[in-house]
């Protein structure tokens, strides 16, 4: 009997065996229901059952479309890039098999798992049906849309996983069209409107969000024509995405020869990352002399060059929103917030390069070849700590050196307002220590973790998620416990509280990180991989090779 | 950091060398000596344990139990005089393939602390002994495999090291880059250096290496000259005899030698086994001759290095 799909059939009982199958839908519901009881607890005082029950179901099903958008990027997009690089594809298409068989094997393989994990999401979120204030169609409004922009994101990692080959370009096409879409289009629409000083925002162009979608099934928000134009465009997205990636893989898994064009393209781009061979000998002469995993570090020029560009680009955009409305760009909440997003792209570039190195590296077998020199541990740590300097350095030290100058700029505005300075004091201490957090953490997760990606994700995740996650139940706790308000803290005390969090857990991840680099690192770094690392409970803390 | 080495001492010793990975046991008690010079065979089915033995030689395993020596450095207290002094090519490329060949052993040169007023021809140099001079400006990815595999080999030489572990250096290579490959390492021979290969082509190693080592299941079956263990296989001497006419009357005479243990008919000629190995095989001739043998062919049985690992092991892996 011929089977439809072999693969998927194969995949689905794979995943059948698999205990984290039922293991992660069962975390994930324990996730949902403890945040649905914090949030419950949080609003215990302040709040009726109806807008407790509001404010649950919007909270949950918040992090739920997150996750759904997130998916795309972070599981699918490099299914595919990964095979061509690889070398394996090619393996499947000399068997019978056709494009949309790998295309939905590829899809079922990989998100049979997020699947489950959103499915399991559902049952609380129709708890707050009970509570009031939420009505049972809402809660199947949003359910719809949430597993729409799942299938959207993981159809959109496989078609951009399938014109790649490069992992960071496929997830950064993934993210960055599915954050165009959602974020983009509405700020399209609504820059349009004030551009041409409308009175409302043509809602119409908007159906082309997902973002869109999630609001409008919201019931103050709902518009039929809306809520299913938005729906229907998704899935129709999602599909052509699938159709055109099995018409594609089938042509693009063969290395093809290079036509002349493409060849003096290569070459003119190999110049522009490295420099001519003259300037790759002068640039390779001075950093060996230093320290030669500087050197292989740091040789790509283009890396800095695009942060520069990054910032530049942000600059212009900041200076053309300056001069379209000056008065309101020079208020101190645009430079508060102008500040978080710069800090929070460098930050989450230095999680995704700080691993490449080591990861790449081992996965080749080079740092294997590397050990067996006379380099020492802790001279190969210095190399790779001057080359990430070397790209990110002097970027940080002029956003820092800004952000001084609009702190100034700010607190002049505030009449030198002391919780304003302590926001900027807070923010700025906290970026520069997790800038080196996540390099020294990045460079220990990569020699660890099974892919360059994965080590980024548990990276972001103890820097970056963990203190937020630490400060927002130590203020429900207080919330809680502190019933005659004795111990209620002020903003001020709430932001030297989220420092101290920061700089304890920043110090705890640093200081463990390189004592494990400088004493591990050559009994990993001749390991396969660190069966160990990944996301795991018990492990959160305890950074240490088994 | 010059090194100070015994003038006295072996090249490699093992003494009671143990690894273990789990319940697994990849080397059981393996005592070996490799001589100063040697072109050292390491032979071995897969998961014998000769991986194991060259990781732990270079450093980058430490035994569960035993210990090992390079030029009478211990590997395990003094690894960083161990990693100048050898050099270790895995059974994978590793490389980095958006690289120049310059430039790769440029930075491996940095690596082993070569000064940058000696870089420049030190890396000429050993391009030039692997016959890769052509192709410095070329970008490794675009080598082809017997290029990247002298690539490792000029990677491995770029700190002039005395001793040489080789794991397959010979896999996946087509006949005439083995030979190339080969002719290198028996330069390199030449030039004092001393080299342990690991490989699966026998028949090379038989004409290249002056002594062997076999092992299987972590175990040492045999190590010496690789005549040593043909004359282990062999009770007594073997000859073949081709006549011409009917062989039965060569069997017949030959048979009732005294000096003679057996004498049969195999592929249509007389296979004659010796009764011991000091008896002079001159009489062979002298008995056919005498017995209106005419006699075409005489040569001694020679067994070939597959043969003899065929015979001494079991097949065995794990």
């Known amino acids: ?546 | 950091m010059a090194v100070e080495i015994n003038p006295s001492v072996p090249a490699i010793q093992t003494y009671e060398l143990s690894r273990h990975y789990g319940a697994m046991t990849a080397l059981s008690g393996l005592s070996l000596t490799v001589n100063r010079g040697d072109l050292f065979g390491f032979i071995g089915s897969n998961g014998a344990g000769k991986t194991t033995t060259l990781r732990i030689l270079a450093t980058f395993l430490t035994p569960s139990t035993g210990r090992a020596e390079v030029l009478g450095h211990d590997v395990v207290k003094d690894a960083d005089a161990v990693r100048h002094i050898i050099g270790y090519m895995p059974d994978f490329f590793g490389v980095y393939k958006d690289m120049e060949v310059t430039e790769y052993l440029d930075f491996f040169a940095a690596c082993y602390k070569i000064p940058s007023t000696q870089r420049d021809k030190t890396v000429a140099d050993v391009l030039e002994l692997v016959g890769l001079t052509e192709k410095k400006g070329a970008l490794i990815g675009a080598l082809s495999r017997g290029m990247q595999q002298r690539l490792g080999l000029a990677r491995v030489l770029i700190h002039d090291p005395q001793v040489l572990l080789l794991d397959e250096p010979a896999s996946g290579l087509d006949p005439r880059a083995r030979i190339e490959m080969m002719a290198i390492l028996q330069e390199l021979q030449r030039l004092g250096k001393t080299i342990i290969i690991s490989s699966h082509i026998l028949s090379e190693l038989q004409t290249l290496c002056n002594r062997v080592a076999i092992i299987e299941r972590g175990k040492l079956i045999y190590a010496g000259p690789v005549q040593g263990v043909r004359d282990q296989m062999e009770s007594g001497q073997i000859y073949w005899v081709t006549v011409q006419g009917d062989p039965h009357k060569a069997i017949e005479l030959l048979k009732g030698h005294p000096e003679v243990a057996a004498a049969e008919q195999a592929d249509g000629q007389v296979k004659v086994t010796l009764a011991s190995h000091e008896t002079d095989p001159g009489f062979l001739a002298e008995t056919l001759v005498r017995g209106g043998v005419r006699i075409t062919g005489l040569w001694e049985n020679e067994l070939g290095l597959e043969e003899v690992f065929l015979r001494v092991t079991k097949g065995e892996t794990q």
């Not at chain 1, 165009?180 to 162009?205: H, I, K, N, Q, W």
């Not at chain 1, 809306?226 to 997205?237: A, K, N």
């Not at chain 1, 309101?328 to 917030?337: K, N």
């Not at chain 1, 070849?369 to 790779?384: A, F």
């Open chain 1, 1 to 546: 009997m011929v089977t439809l799909l072999p693969i998927v059939s194969r995949e689905l009982r794979v995943a059948s065996r698999k205990r984290m199958t039922y293991w992660s839908r069962f975390g994930t519901a324990i996730i949902a229901f403890g945040a649905f009881i914090w949030v419950w607890l949080s609003m215990a005082r302040h709040a009726t059952n109806s807008q407790r029950g509001m404010m649950l179901f919007s909270v949950i099903s918040g992090a739920a479309f997150l996750f759904a958008l997130i998916a795309g990027a972070a599981i699918t997009a490099d299914c595919i890039s990964e095979e061509k690089r690889d070398g394996t594809l090619g393996l499947l298409f000399l068997t019978d098999l056709r494009g949309y068989d790998v295309v939905f094997g590829k899809l079922f393989a990989t998100s049979i798992d997020s699947f489950y994990r959103l499915v399991a999401v559902f049952p609380i979120l129709a708890i707050p049906v009970m509570m009031g204030g939420v009505a049972p169609e809402e809660v199947g409004r949003v359910v719809l849309v949430l597993l729409n922009t799942l299938f959207l994101s993981l159809c959109l990692g496989i078609f951009f996983s399938s014109i790649s080959r490069d992992d960071r370009r496929a997830r950064a096409l993934t993210g960055g069209v599915l954050l165009f879409l959602t974020l983009g289009v509405p700020a399209l629409c609504a820059g349009y409107a004030a551009y041409y000083e409308l009175r409302t925002v043509t809602l119409d162009l908007m159906i082309f969000s997902p973002g869109f979608g999630f609001f409008t099934a919201f019931t103050g928000f709902y518009k039929p024509n809306h809520f299913w134009g938005s729906l229907l465009f998704c899935h129709g997205l999602s599909w052509a995405s699938l159709i055109v990636a099995s018409f594609i893989l089938p042509h693009v898994w063969q290395d093809k020869a290079k036509s002349k064009k493409g060849e003096k393209l290569q070459k003119t781009w190999d110049v522009w990352r490295h420099g001519t061979s003259e300037q790759r000998a002068a640039f390779r002469s001075s950093l060996l002399d230093t320290n030669a995993v500087y050197w292989l570090g740091a040789r790509d020029r283009l890396k800095p060059a695009v942060i520069w560009l990054f910032l530049g680009l942000a600059g212009a955009l900041w200076f053309w929103l300056f001069v379209r409305w000056p008065d309101d760009m020079l208020e101190p909440e645009i430079y508060v917030m102008t500040a978080v997003i710069i800090n929070t792209c460098l930050k989450f570039w230095v999680a995704s390069e700080a691993p490449r190195l080591f990861g790449r590296d081992k996965k080749s077998g080079a740092l294997e070849l590397l050990l067996s020199t006379p380099m020492s541990v802790p001279s190969i740590l210095r190399g790779q700590l001057l080359a990430l300097w070397r790209h990110f350095g002097w970027q940080i030290t002029v956003v820092f050196a800004l952000e001084l100058l609009m702190m100034t700029a700010a607190l002049v505005e505030e009449n030198f307002d002391g919780e304003f300075f302590l926001l900027w004091f807070v923010g700025l201490t906290m970026f520069l220590l997790d800038i080196v957090a996540l390099a020294v953490l990045g460079m220990w997760h990569g020699l660890r973790a099974k892919t360059v990606n994965a080590a980024s994700g548990q990276v972001v995740a103890r820097i970056l998620i963990l203190p937020w996650f630490l400060f927002f139940s130590f203020i429900t706790f207080f919330e809680l416990s502190d019933l005659d308000r004795s111990l209620s803290m002020d903003e001020e005390e709430a932001m030297l509280f989220w420092l101290a969090i920061g700089i304890c857990i920043n110090a705890y991840f640093t200081i463990m990180s390189w004592r494990n680099l400088v004493a591990k690192f050559r009994e990993i770094a001749t390991q396969r991989f660190d069966k160990s690392a990944g996301w795991r409970w018990f492990g959160w803390f305890r950074p240490k090779a088994q």
